[in-house]
């Protein structure tokens, strides 16, 4: 005040004329009266002088000192300063003694009003009257009062509970008596505010003072709408006082109509709203400022008239200030505020060393940045650092985001000679940040955009990732976001500040919970909150939020940072999709009862309807296009409403129109033929379509939310009984119940809507046909052509928009399912949030447990009760895995079949070639259509369909034969050089198609490639120009070039490109070893192409050259990549070399296997070729065993006496090699322990006893043992491969030794019936836990993952070497049979298994590569191999920490290792089980296996009927139950229907047309006789097949029947025929076909072969199918048909065998036999063997008691009496 005092002058006005004065006349006379009341005790304290006031430096003054020379100075320069405080009693000196009396009186009505003496209407009518009295008594009182109350504020929450409601209701009460108004009202509705966010119940809340308060005053709220706003958003409010909130909203709509209503007097109007104007700017205001009333004992609210001191209100001298106007800019720091830098010129070198350097950094790569660095330190000078900084921010950097990290490790490099460079680089970016923030295109223009977000994702690697700040003063990141969100440039602002703080994630000041941070992460929270606001701003928080490792929940909320904003203008904003007005007149009418509640998209608690006419509209189904949503566009022209309107907004955007029909229309409208027009279609479908969902929207919708929200809530109140915390009961709910009700609705409303589609197209059509409006009009006053072509477009058009009004009826059930849960959990979430409030214990619903009938939660098992504490993470998993992406939908034309078909096509190839490509278009919509539809319906496995698992009379399969055909209607060499265009450009649409997909779809791969093969038979250039479009293909990125080499994969296994020219392709990319990244491509493609069977290593000579090159060092790559690719390159060329081939990819012998035409595995499963330095030992130790053994199938021989040979599906030879692999493994182990140290067992187990005493120790914790890890380390474990080896190898024998000396003393061999101590091992099995999961901590995370399953690796390989070379060491010591003690073994692998496959967040990431890990050692340990551990091997592969978390896993990934490992069980036990008496031990481990299938017949009973045929294959004949518990999975999902029903229609039921996946290799077997039996199928033709096919279903070189490969034959010929039956009645169609005739032939065989045959058949009697239709039938007419009751006698054994076991029995089976005996046509029981003896008989009539339901009788035949 000393300095400014004489500047003063009245609001308004300033000395020099140009706006407010800097210290106003009526705040210099507050502020005196303020410093004049102060307390004498403030008043005397001493203070500096200052020399302004003129007084000396030296001396010490007091405030009173200074206050009385202020006052006296102020009096001379303004006079009316002095006249006004003159008239203040407190000014003169005779009242002073006043104050003390004026608080006592205060105080005493206070407590007058807490002691019920004196009510607070009574008090208030005294203030009142004190407020406007003249007295200076009692005006000072008043004062006083008030602020002795709000100055009672900080101590409200001590308060007790009738004191505060007292204080509520007395603070209320003033403010809507307007005893307080401007600034104190402000301060008094702030604390009110406050009071309310404080959430209730706590011990120290004062939310009841707020509520009483607010109750008083909610008749004023409406003069507060921004106040009121606040409020609404205060989240236990809204729960709680639903009542209060709904009269708060009320109380906003009123003061929105106050303010639209215009007034008969403009003036008066206006006035009016500045009133409430300037109220609500006062009380946000003070709301947010921090305004302090302490030592303001003399406030004032109201004053005399004439009083210029205190009165606040008195002191508004100067007009109301004028509407901010939101301006971008100001405050944002000099990057976007210094203009004059802009025009900045950098010394530019001479241009022999300017191009010296461009040319380096064109050709800086990860493989050559650092010598690149050091070139460029050597020709370029520090001077020239501005002019280079200024080139790669300009011409790199904000156009290579893919290469940035590139740029920042040549930046390291650079060392300090770089330091300045990088200053030049972030100085240039700030520059060009301004300068793209300033562009007036930066809201318009998408390249701009680009430019700012990637200068952003440089701006935060530079600084943030580096530990570096960004300066306020150079970028105000918060001011730039909130300018932003005033100013409509959200749009390019956000993307550029979220890239900006994405470089804070590997920061180590800035990362979360950084201050900063947070504050600029909460603005993101507050602006992501907004309403309206666009999908794509969110989604760029949404991504941040993820990038930095943050729930977006968990960020604070403080929307009263947006509140003190501008608020922006939302129409025509780039940042908001709003409804733009409209005239009420032109809104067509809605019901009340909406389809679906009218909501903006926020998650309302309200109840949402579901009644209404299919006129109702819908905000959900309309916030699904990108669009205005206004329906002003729905209305016509010329005043009246066009009923043929949409009402779902831009719906047309959205519908298909296939090209070829639009074209046909054009032919026929050209020809005069017809009246309907393209353009009739066009209008006339969006129609139909929005007709039709609006029509069928309503009951789906309401059926699908009310089954999905009983059944969410049932579950969810079971499973969350114990959890206390609302949110996460609350958030699994509305996953679950959204996932349901979408799927539900998805699924049940397409029949319904293709129907009403199709009816309101046909009206609107037909209407539109008849040229009027006729209502009499109708379809048979059209000509038959016409009537064609609308029958044509109709079926078409139906088809194609399926999907759309799927989705759109999805959607709208998802968000009502949402709100309706949260109405049905209501009770439930506030009971637990009262029950947390009140009294802070666990929370028990015990009312699951009230009925002690019922039969849950008592019948759960142990793990799935209820517990204490609620769910446990990964519990919790199971509800987050409801959790989908919504389905987007795609505009009119986005298709690459659309896209494909445009071609550049002429008129001269239309007559032919025209109209083939037109066919081929309409057939690539139908198949987008057809794959959409069978992805969706699939659900999240949708990535796991390939083109394989896809029946024969599928669509898709359909389409494609299709499009082959009309690809085969042309002659290839007739084809003129425009034709070959047109169909290449066609072609080439689809190729950039299959860019645009993704790897997790593998099944559009596969088809659109399977296309571009049949369109090579049209125009074979094709196939010559692939190559060329390949080396175009996009591969900047690693999915890219993931996606890139499946296609080749999958290109090159079609033969559509040249293998010469694809290895030169990928030779050139590698240039000579210097390109890593092409390394690893090559690596990778000729690997997977090899084991794949899609090419040979002999392909590529090129391409192995160069690897040759660089293994053994004689190419030109850099250091760098022979380090990282010398030992994967040498173990790719051993492993590929080898002649065996694998005993897992068997596809010629093992009919197991899946089939060979499935698609090139992701890349991934080949990225990681680096195998332990150990692998080739491993398969030099047991590689006959596992790569020559063959399994021929399930052998028939019914040799009396076989050998264990003779009983066996594998060969003499393979069994020899698993025989002896053990004893290879041990002469491979003693070749590598001969090189081991002197003294290398003593050191490790030095090792290992430090380890043990450390563990023991009961004092050691987490800190010890890492340390322990550390020492490990630093011996080399983990790191030095040789020294891993040699540790891991000597640490298991030690262990093993050390469990069994203990227990047996020096004798280590005797050891049988003794309890062994364990701790060792136990011990040793943390130590490699640990290891694992501690290994190399803060390395990237894909590096991280590799380097543990590869140290996995290779602890279990050195452990499954170590125990097959103790075995075989026992075996060789041992005459008799070998005394080897598993238990130490097993003991290990279980500990192994157990601890590393638990739950766990460090290993959870790899948890297939560990499963497959332990699946291949299982493998190799097989009781083929280790006879000896077969019983621990079954207990291992059994476990559930092992088998149920690998068939668990997504994408059935480990269903193949499964199977493996099930086969390897079979095949040992098969040459047992063939043997008429079997051992003790053999019977106890066919009884375990029994248990093992069990348990997946109960639990994965797709896995069982996936593989079945593979299981059967190695199935003994005589394991008549095992083959049967098979043979009766079925899918969980399918209800199978009583057998026993009396006139059971099977070709009735639905699943009858549906056909069973079959998972095994069907055509593996069949490879000799496969092209004849193709041929022989399509036509007969190959007459000589029948003739000659039973001995080439013998072995070979025998005449033993092979079993697979009929089985196989049977299978495979049922597929076909199913597939040319499947429009005609199965059972009189099938005799006259090629397939029955080849079924027929193999009952020529003699009995053993005839035998097999049947049994081949009657394996595929199984659950409803279309493959069991087909075979019953088969089954019944061979009986039917047979001429020689043998064969009939043969076909009864095979069913009736099958029958009398144990169940369970195929339901199948019974389905045919029950036909058999029951039919009279069969006359079953005539024939003589049903009674060729008593016990036969017996058996018959047993069989048939069962079979037959009861009361029914066995027909009689003849004079044949009744048994």
Avoid at 289 to 315: A, I
Avoid at 1530 to 1540: I, N, R, T, V
Wanted: glycine fraction near 6%.
């Amino acid at each position: 005040l000393g300095k400014t005092f004489a500047t003063a002058s009245l609001r308004g006005t300033s000395p020099d004329g140009k706006g407010c004065p800097l210290l106003s006349l009526e705040n210099l006379t507050l502020s005196l009266q303020i410093l004049h009341g102060l307390d004498s005790s403030v008043l005397s304290q001493p203070l500096p002088s200052s020399p302004a006031m003129g007084y000396d430096e030296s001396s010490a003054i007091s405030i009173s000192d200074r206050v009385k020379a202020l006052l006296e100075a102020s009096f001379a320069t303004h006079p009316t300063v002095k006249a006004a405080l003159s008239q203040q009693a407190s000014f003169n000196s005779s009242n002073v003694t006043n104050a003390d009396d004026i608080e006592e009186m205060a105080n005493s009505y206070f407590q007058k009003i807490y002691t019920s003496e004196q009510s607070i209407g009574e008090v208030v009518e005294m203030l009142k009257r004190f407020k406007t009295s003249g007295n200076t008594r009692e005006n000072d009182i008043f004062a006083c009062m008030i602020h002795n109350l709000f100055d009672e504020y900080r101590f409200f929450s001590k308060y007790p509970d009738k004191e505060l409601r007292i204080t509520g209701i007395l603070f209320g009460t003033l403010i809507q008596q307007q005893l307080v108004s401007s600034i104190t009202l402000g301060i008094a509705l702030r604390y009110v505010l406050e009071a309310l966010r404080k959430p209730p119940g706590a011990p120290t809340s004062s939310s009841v003072f707020g509520m009483f308060a607010l109750e008083q005053f909610k008749g004023r709220l409406h003069e507060w709408p921004q106040y009121c706003s606040h409020i609404v958003q205060i989240p236990h409010l809204k729960e709680g006082y639903a009542d209060l909130v709904a009269e708060i909203e009320e109380a906003m709509a009123e003061s929105q109509n106050r303010s639209s209503t215009p007034s008969s007097n403009p003036q008066t109007a206006n006035s009016e709203t500045e009133s409430m104007r300037s109220r609500d700017d006062s009380v946000v205001k003070v709301q947010h400022g921090d305004t302090n009333l302490e030592g303001h004992k003399n406030l004032h609210t109201d004053t005399k008239p004439g009083q210029v001191g205190v009165p606040l209100t008195s002191l508004q001298l100067g007009a109301a200030e004028p509407k901010k106007v939101a301006v971008f800019g100001p405050k944002l720091g000099r990057a976007v505020n210094r203009i004059d830098a802009s025009d900045e010129e950098h010394e530019a070198p001479p241009d022999s060393v300017l191009d010296r350097v461009q040319f380096l950094i064109n050709n800086v790569s990860p493989s050559n940045v650092e010598q690149k660095a050091q070139d460029l330190r050597e020709m370029l000078a520090a001077t020239y650092f501005g002019w280079l900084g200024h080139y790669l921010v300009v011409k790199r950097i904000s156009t290579q985001p893919n290469f940035h990290s590139l740029y920042l490790a040549f930046l390291d490099h650079l060392g300090d000679y770089g330091k300045g460079l990088v200053e030049a680089i972030l100085a240039s970016v700030y520059l060009n940040v301004g300068k793209l923030l300033r562009s007036p295109k930066i809201t318009t223009s998408t390249s701009e955009r680009s430019l700012l977000k990637n200068l952003g994702s440089w701006l935060g690697q530079i600084t943030l990732a580096r530990n570096r700040p960004i300066l306020q003063l150079m970028l105000d990141c918060k001011e730039l976001l909130f300018q932003g969100y005033e100013t409509g440039m959200l749009i390019a602002v956000t993307p550029f500040v979220a890239k900006i703080l994405e470089g804070a994630k590997n920061s180590v000041v800035f990362r979360p919970p950084n201050p900063w941070l947070m504050g600029l992460l909460s603005v993101f929270r507050a602006l992501y909150g907004v309403e309206d606001l666009k999908m794509n701003i969110k989604f760029e928080v949404e991504v941040l939020c993820k990038n930095l490792g943050v729930k977006l929940e968990d960020i604070p909320v403080h929307t009263e940072d947006l509140a003190v904003r501008i608020s922006p203008i939302k129409e025509r904003n780039p940042d908001f999709n709003i409804k733009s007005s409209m005239p009420s007149s032109a809104i067509p009418r809605i019901s009340e009862g909406s389809m679906v509640n009218n909501s903006t998209g926020k998650n309302s608690h309200g109840p949402g309807g579901m009644g209404g006419t299919p006129e109702s509209n819908d905000e959900g189904i309309r916030s699904q296009f990108g669009g205005p949503s206004s329906l002003s566009q729905n209305i016509a022209s010329g005043g009246a409403q066009d009923k043929q309107q949409t009402v779902i907004p831009n719906l047309a955007t959205y519908v298909t129109i296939n090209p070829s029909l639009l074209q046909l229309l054009q032919q026929q409208s050209q020809g005069h033929t017809t009246s309907i027009s393209q353009t009739t279609v066009k209008r006339a479908v969006p129609i139909a379509v929005d007709r039709a969902i609006r029509e069928i929207i309503q009951p789906v919708v309401e059926r699908s939310v009310t089954i999905a929200c009983m059944t969410t809530k049932e579950i969810i109140t079971k499973d969350f009984a114990m959890e206390g915390d609302e949110n996460k009961m609350r958030k699994a709910g509305q996953l679950m119940v959204a996932n349901l009700a979408g799927s539900m609705a998805h699924v049940t409303c397409r029949e319904p809507l293709r129907s009403s589609v199709s009816t309101h197209l046909r009206n609107l059509l037909v209407k539109s046909t008849t040229q009027g409006n006729n209502a009499n009009a109708n379809a048979s006053s059209l000509s038959e052509q016409e009537q064609n072509i609308i029958d044509q477009c109709v079926a078409m058009c139906a088809n194609d928009n399926m999907e759309l009004g799927c989705r759109l009826i999805e959607k709208a059930a998802t968000e009502k399912a949402v709100r309706d849960i949260d109405d049905a959990l209501a009770s439930a979430l506030n009971a637990r949030r009262k029950h947390r409030e009140q009294t802070g214990q666990p929370f028990y619903d015990m009312s699951i447990f009230g009925n002690g009938n019922q039969r849950y939660p008592a019948a759960l098992p142990e793990p799935l009760r209820p517990k204490p504490g609620g769910l446990r993470s990964e519990q919790l998993l199971v509800y987050e895995a409801f959790q989908r992406m919504p389905r987007q939908l795609n505009a009119q034309g986005s298709q690459g079949a659309n896209q494909a078909g445009g071609g550049n096509r002429g008129n001269e190839g239309m007559s032919g070639v025209g109209m083939i490509i037109d066919a081929l278009t309409s057939v690539v919509a139908k198949l987008e259509n057809a794959i959409t539809t069978l992805l969706t319906s699939a659900g999240q496995r949708a990535h796991e369909i390939t083109l394989s698992m896809i029946p024969t009379d599928h669509d898709v399969r359909q389409f494609l034969d299709v499009s082959k055909r009309v690809c085969g209607t042309s002659d290839p060499k007739g084809l003129s050089n425009t034709e070959n265009d047109i169909v290449l450009g066609f072609a080439q649409g689809i190729f950039k198609r299959l860019y645009e997909l993704r790897l997790s779809e593998p099944l559009r791969l596969e088809v659109l490639v399977a296309l571009l093969e049949n369109v090579n038979t049209l125009c074979p250039q094709l196939s010559q120009d692939l190559g060329t479009w390949a080396s175009y293909a996009p591969t900047e990125t690693d999915s890219q070039r993931k996606l890139h080499r499946t296609i080749l994969l999958l290109l090159l296994r079609s033969h559509l490109l040249r293998v010469a020219e694809l290895d030169a392709y990928l030779a050139r990319n590698i240039d000579g070893g210097r390109s890593l990244i092409w390394v690893e491509f090559a690596l990778l493609f000729v690997r997977t192409a090899v084991l794949e069977k899609i090419g040979q290593l002999g392909d590529f000579p090129q391409i192995i050259e160069n690897m040759t090159r660089i293994a053994d060092g004689r190419s030109q790559a850099t250091v760098q990549v022979v380090q990282a690719y010398r030992k994967p390159i040498i173990r790719m060329m051993e492993e590929l070399q080898a002649t065996p081939v694998s005993f897992d990819a068997r596809e010629h012998q093992q009919p197991q296997q899946q089939h060979q035409q499935q698609p090139p595995p992701p890349p991934q499963q080949h990225q990681q070729p680096q195998q332990p330095k150990q692998q080739p030992k491993q398969q030099q130790a047991i590689g006959p065993a596992t790569t020559d053994g063959t399994a021929n199938g399930a052998s028939t021989r019914s040799v009396v006496h076989p050998t264990h040979a003779e009983s066996s599906s594998i060969s003499q030879a393979s069994l020899t090699n698993f025989a002896e692999a053990a004893k290879k493994a041990a002469e491979a182990n003693d070749l590598t322990s001969k090189s081991d140290p002197v003294n290398a067992k003593q050191q490790v187990a030095f090792l290992l006893e430090g380890w043990i005493r450390l563990q023991n120790e009961p004092s050691t914790n987490e800190k010890a043992l890492a340390q322990y890890l550390q020492l490990l380390q630093q011996h080399g474990v983990g790191k030095v491969e040789d020294l891993s080896e040699r540790f891991f190898r000597l640490s298991t024998i030690i262990v093993v030794e050390a469990v069994l000396k203990q227990a047996s003393g020096n004798d280590v061999g005797n050891t049988r019936g003794k309890t062994l101590d364990y701790a060792v091992i136990d011990a040793y099995a943390k130590l490699v836990v640990l290891l694992l999961r501690y290994l190399n901590e803060g390395s990237p995370a894909d590096q991280l993952a590799s380097q543990r399953v590869s140290l996995l690796n290779k602890v279990l390989g050195i452990t499954v070497r170590a125990m097959m070379a103790d075995y075989a060491k026992a075996k060789n010591t041992s005459s008799n049979a070998p005394h080897w003690d598993q238990r130490p073994w097993f003991r290990l692998f279980l500990n192994l298994v157990h601890e590393l496959n638990a739950p766990n967040p460090t290993l959870d990431l790899i948890s297939l590569g560990i499963l497959s890990v332990f699946g291949s050692a299982f493998h190799i340990i097989q009781p083929l191999v280790v006879p000896g551990f077969a019983f621990a091997w079954l207990e291992l592969v059994s476990h559930r920490m092992f088998l149920s978390n690998l068939l668990l896993q997504k994408g059935q990934k480990g269903w193949a290792i499964a199977h493996q490992l099930v086969i390897d069980l079979l095949l040992f036990l098969e040459p047992h089980l063939k043997r008429t008496e079997l051992t003790d031990a053999m019977k106890q481990l066919y009884k375990g296996t029994l248990r093992v299938l069990l348990v997946l017949l109960h639990d994965f009973p797709e896995f069982l009927s996936g593989y079945h045929l593979s299981f059967c294959n190695v199935i003994p004949d005589n394991c008549i139950q095992l083959r049967n518990l098979i043979l009766s999975a079925f899918p969980k999902e399918m209800a199978l229907p009583d057998p026993f029903t009396p006139n059971l229609k099977i070709d009735l039921l639905p699943e009858i047309g549906q056909s069973p996946p079959i998972l095994s290799n069907v055509t593996g077997p069949l490879q000799s006789l496969f092209s004849g039996l193709e041929v022989f199928l399509k036509g007969r033709k190959n007459g000589d097949f029948i003739a000659s096919l039973l001995p080439k279903l013998c072995k070979d070189g025998t005449s033993e029947v092979d079993g697979a490969r009929v089985n196989s034959l049977v299978i495979y010929v049922g597929m076909q025929a199913i597939a040319r039956l499947q429009n005609a009645p199965m059972a009189h169609a099938l005799a006259h076909t090629p397939e029955m005739e080849v079924l027929q032939k193999l009952m020529d065989f003699d009995e053993k072969g005839r035998y097999v045959s049947l049994n081949a058949i009657a394996n595929q009697l199984r659950y409803p199918s279309s493959h069991t239709h087909y075979f019953s039938c088969v089954m019944l007419y061979l009986f039917g048909e047979a001429k020689e009751d043998a064969v009939k006698e043969q076909i009864t054994r095979v069913l009736l065998e099958r029958l009398i076991v144990h169940r369970p029995h195929p339901w199948g089976l019974l389905i045919t036999f029950i036909e058999l005996i029951k039919n009279q046509r069969y006359k079953f029981w005539s024939y003589s063997f049903t009674r060729c003896a008593t016990e036969i008989e017996k058996v018959f009539e047993s069989v048939a008691r069962s079979c037959m339901p009861p009361g029914s009788q066995r027909p009689v035949v003849g004079d044949e009496p009744p048994h």
